[in-house]
């Protein structure tokens, strides 16, 4: 047992570098990001780009590009779900970042796929990308 020097009360310390009780602690964390909005923003910003750039790593197989056209602009990139799927699973999992962190819980499942916006939109909205269409006549 340790004691808090800020309420001075005893706590079991969860490691060997915890110094203030959990509900001091909280209330510290709280006040940090209160006082410092750009440093927490910042930050944030920083955690969801990796897990981003994880995620399309993985599922482009180490190949930052679409699987249709080949845009290779890591902004214009989107996850997408090969058996049209995907609002059933964003209604069960969530949406963006929240099912990024599903996706990388889960084991990474099977069934998506990169495809920049454009593409994702004409495959969601016509059933197929005019890239493919147009391959399809040549």
């Known amino acids: 047992m340790r004691i808090c020097p800020h309420c001075q009360q005893p706590y079991k310390p969860g490691s060997k570098t915890q110094t203030w009780c959990k509900p001091c602690n909280n209330q510290r964390a709280k006040e ?3 006082n410092n909005p750009e440093i927490v923003k910042e930050y944030s910003r920083k955690v969801d780009a990796k897990l ?3 995620v399309f790593t993985h599922y482009g197989k180490g190949i930052l590009a679409c699987v249709c056209c080949g845009e290779d602009t890591w902004e ?25 962190y599903w ?11 990169i495809l920049c916006y454009n593409c994702n ?8 990308c005019p890239h493919q ?3 399809e006549y040549t």
């Open 32 to 34: 940090f990001r209160r």
């Open 52 to 54: 981003r750039l994880e």
């Open 76 to 100: 214009f990139l989107a996850l997408d779900h090969m058996n049209n799927d995907g609002a059933s699973q964003r209604r069960e999992h969530g949406t963006g970042l929240r099912y990024f």
């Open 103 to 113: 996706l990388k819980r889960n084991g990474w499942p099977e069934g998506l796929q």
């Open 121 to 128: 939109c004409a495959k969601a909205y016509y059933g197929i």
């Open 133 to 135: 269409r147009d391959k």
